[in-house]
């Protein structure tokens, strides 16, 4: 998943300075003169020379580490070995990118033994490290935009519009933004007594712009692919450098910069998990920080299925082009993920007059489709329905007044605008259940997408159509997929969605093995629909 923990490629430097890095997994040696460490561990990088093994060191212990095994602090002061004593508070120069490697003691949970002044310091403890860290992001941000942003635009001569928003996204935002959220936290950070803040309510005023993130991280691997396209130029070599020098940031890549905010939205579940872990029910800030947690972990929650939705949009446009006599709009131009899909009768007012057809049900839209008579694994467009313009109504089993048809398993969806009626009848009652269903994520999802303010980008439609047309020219032909054997249930009951908490993983139980089926079959088996 992008939100997930992610290395960043940095250029060598050599006992320069002292940067520091964080174990994103546990490393166990295999050799000699490795340095062996757990997850969370905060390493001193004090060799990058080499892209793929690190010399570090953690406390006295000196070795050699894979580099894809952490991820660095991109914010750094010139660091010194920060000792943290046991219910002394660390000053803002004893945290690096407010991270203090603490004492053993002081990452353990709580126990009933501890005394109230120790429970209070452990609380300090994060309070500080959570004020330290959001001055030293907001310090970052300043810089990506007044060192490399305002700088790109001078240059119309390297940069056009379009890649500076396929670069840069919305950082300009999440700037604005965190210095109003920032501005808040100060307010309520009590210097004296940092255990006394109350922040919680903080998160949960500004709950609504934390949502600017998903733009941002749907956005990144685009502006990673262009970074590294601009890169092959040693012209935006020299200029990035010269950017990063000339603002005095650290010894790292610009897309290492770029890749903090991804880091930062993961990092707040964290931060307020660890909060309310030193945080007494007793506490007047106990119930707001829970709340916040619940808040910010459904935010990035939700960043990440935005992200796995855009991650499928080629496979969208590949469908698209696989269906025939396509007529009208794409699908990209309003829709990103399937719903639901699968056959049933349909007879449409006023004409009465049953017929089978295959339904795509996606967000904001539902195409309606007809296999070939001899060739069934080929569909042909035959028109779809704008879901914003209908009501969903049930139908009950019996004579039906408007069709004046006896039915079973049926639904209606009813123009709002018009007297348009059109009914459809599921083979069996677990049919209809589940298209009722479907309907419901469907209208769930355009809320939640329009409260976020989540589409595609163009260049994101570009990208999906010229990965069709390159696929397409290599079979030397349209996308017309191979014959099957009869059409099997369009949701494979060997494919689940399990949610853990912070994103959502595939699994797939293995199935006996039959024919290649064709592509639409394969691409209804992706939708995310629960039965």
């Given at each position: 998943?992008?939100?997930?923990?992610?290395?960043?490629?940095?250029?060598?430097?050599?006992?320069?300075?002292?940067?520091?890095?964080?174990?994103?997994?546990?490393?166990?040696?295999?050799?000699?003169?490795?340095?062996?460490?757990?997850?969370?561990?905060?390493?001193?990088?004090?060799?990058?020379?080499?892209?793929?093994?690190?010399?570090?060191?953690?406390?006295?212990?000196?070795?050699?580490?894979?580099?894809?095994?952490?991820?660095?602090?991109?914010?750094?002061?010139?660091?010194?070995?920060?000792?943290?004593?046991?219910?002394?508070?660390?000053?803002?120069?004893?945290?690096?990118?407010?991270?203090?490697?603490?004492?053993?003691?002081?990452?353990?949970?709580?126990?009933?033994?501890?005394?109230?002044?120790n429970r209070d310091q452990m609380r300090a403890n994060v309070i500080n490290e959570i004020m330290?860290?959001?001055?030293?992001?907001?310090?970052?941000?300043?810089?990506?935009?007044?060192?490399?942003?305002?700088?790109?635009?001078?240059?119309?001569?390297?940069?056009?519009?379009?890649?500076?928003?396929?670069?840069?996204?919305?950082?300009?935002?999440?700037?604005?933004?965190?210095?109003?959220?920032?501005?808040?936290?100060?307010?309520?950070?009590?210097?004296?007594?940092?255990?006394?803040?109350?922040?919680?309510?903080?998160?949960?005023?500004?709950?609504?712009?934390?949502?600017?993130?998903?733009?941002?991280?749907?956005?990144?691997?685009?502006?990673?692919?262009?970074?590294?396209?601009?890169?092959?130029?040693?012209?935006?070599?020299?200029?990035?450098?010269?950017?990063?020098?000339?603002?005095?940031?650290?010894?790292?890549?610009?897309?290492?910069?770029?890749?903090?905010?991804?880091?930062?939205?993961?990092?707040?579940?964290?931060?307020?998990?660890?909060?309310?872990?030193?945080?007494?029910?007793?506490?007047?800030?106990?119930?707001?920080?829970?709340?916040?947690?619940?808040?910010?972990?459904?935010?990035?929650?939700?960043?990440?299925?935005?992200?796995?939705?855009?991650?499928?949009?080629?496979?969208?446009?590949?469908?698209?082009?696989?269906?025939?006599?396509?007529?009208?709009?794409?699908?990209?131009?309003?829709?990103?993920?399937?719903v639901y899909t699968g056959e049933m009768s349909w007879i449409y007012q006023p004409y009465g007059?049953?017929?089978?057809?295959?339904?795509?049900?996606?967000?904001?839209?539902?195409?309606?489709?007809?296999?070939?008579?001899?060739?069934?694994?080929?569909?042909?467009?035959?028109?779809?329905?704008?879901?914003?313009?209908?009501?969903?109504?049930?139908?009950?089993?019996?004579?039906?007044?408007?069709?004046?048809?006896?039915?079973?398993?049926?639904?209606?969806?009813?123009?709002?605008?018009?007297?348009?009626?059109?009914?459809?009848?599921?083979?069996?009652?677990?049919?209809?259940?589940?298209?009722?269903?479907?309907?419901?994520?469907?209208?769930?999802?355009?809320?939640?997408?329009?409260?976020?303010?989540?589409?595609?980008?163009?260049?994101?439609?570009?990208?999906?159509?010229?990965?069709?047309?390159?696929?397409?020219?290599?079979?030397?032909?349209?996308?017309?997929?191979?014959?099957?054997?009869?059409?099997?249930?369009?949701?494979?009951?060997?494919?689940?969605?399990?949610?853990?908490?912070?994103?959502?993983?595939?699994?797939?139980?293995?199935?006996?093995?039959?024919?290649?089926?064709?592509?639409?079959?394969?691409?209804?088996?992706?939708?995310?629909?629960?039965?």
């Amino acid at each position: 998943s992008l939100l997930s923990l992610t290395t960043t490629p940095i250029t060598p430097f050599l006992h320069r300075s002292i940067v520091s890095a964080e174990a994103v997994w546990d490393h166990v040696t295999m050799a000699d003169r490795e340095l062996a460490f757990k997850a969370g561990d905060v390493i001193k990088v004090l060799d990058a020379s080499n892209k793929d093994w690190w010399w570090g060191q953690i406390d006295d212990e000196e070795g050699w580490f894979p580099a894809s095994f952490v991820r660095l602090w991109v914010n750094q002061e010139e660091s010194t070995t920060v000792e943290t004593v046991e219910g002394a508070s660390p000053s803002p120069s004893e945290v690096q990118n407010g991270h203090a490697e603490a004492s053993p003691s002081s990452s353990d949970c709580l126990c009933l033994g501890q005394t109230v002044q120790n429970r209070d310091q452990m609380r300090a403890n994060v309070i500080n490290e959570i004020m330290s860290t959001e001055r030293h992001y907001i310090k970052h941000l300043k810089d990506i935009c007044e060192g490399y942003f305002r700088q790109c635009k001078k240059r119309r001569d390297m940069f056009n519009d379009d890649q500076l928003r396929v670069i840069f996204g919305n950082i300009e935002d999440i700037y604005r933004f965190q210095m109003g959220f920032v501005r808040d936290l100060e307010k309520q950070y009590n210097t004296e007594e940092p255990h006394l803040s109350e922040i919680g309510p903080c998160f949960l005023e500004h709950q609504d712009g934390f949502w600017i993130y998903s733009e941002y991280c749907n956005n990144h691997v685009d502006a990673c692919m262009e970074l590294s396209r601009l890169m092959k130029d040693g012209r935006y070599q020299h200029f990035f450098e010269a950017c990063r020098l000339v603002q005095q940031m650290i010894d790292i890549a610009i897309d290492g910069f770029l890749l903090t905010p991804v880091q930062k939205i993961c990092k707040y579940p964290l931060q307020l998990a660890e909060l309310l872990k030193y945080t007494v029910q007793e506490h007047s800030d106990y119930r707001y920080v829970a709340a916040a947690l619940a808040v910010m972990r459904n935010v990035t929650q939700q960043i990440n299925e935005r992200k796995r939705r855009l991650e499928n949009i080629d496979k969208i446009a590949q469908w698209q082009a696989s269906v025939l006599d396509w007529e009208g709009d794409d699908i990209l131009d309003r829709s990103t993920e399937l719903v639901y899909t699968g056959e049933m009768s349909w007879i449409y007012q006023p004409y009465g007059r049953s017929q089978t057809r295959v339904f795509f049900l996606f967000d904001h839209q539902m195409v309606l489709c007809k296999k070939d008579l001899i060739r069934r694994d080929i569909l042909y467009y035959k028109g779809r329905m704008d879901m914003d313009r209908y009501n969903l109504v049930d139908a009950v089993d019996g004579r039906d007044d408007d069709f004046n048809v006896s039915v079973k398993n049926a639904f209606k969806l009813s123009n709002k605008d018009s007297d348009e009626i059109h009914i459809f009848l599921a083979k069996k009652l677990e049919e209809k259940l589940r298209w009722l269903k479907a309907f419901h994520e469907e209208r769930k999802m355009v809320q939640e997408d329009e409260k976020i303010g989540f589409e595609i980008s163009e260049y994101q439609k570009r990208q999906a159509a010229m990965t069709v047309r390159r696929m397409t020219k290599q079979k030397g032909h349209r996308s017309v997929p191979p014959g099957y054997p009869p059409p099997m249930d369009p949701m494979n009951p060997g494919q689940y969605l399990v949610g853990d908490g912070m994103e959502q993983s595939e699994f797939e139980f293995p199935e006996p093995e039959r024919c290649k089926s064709p592509f639409w079959q394969s691409f209804s088996r992706l939708t995310p629909f629960r039965k």
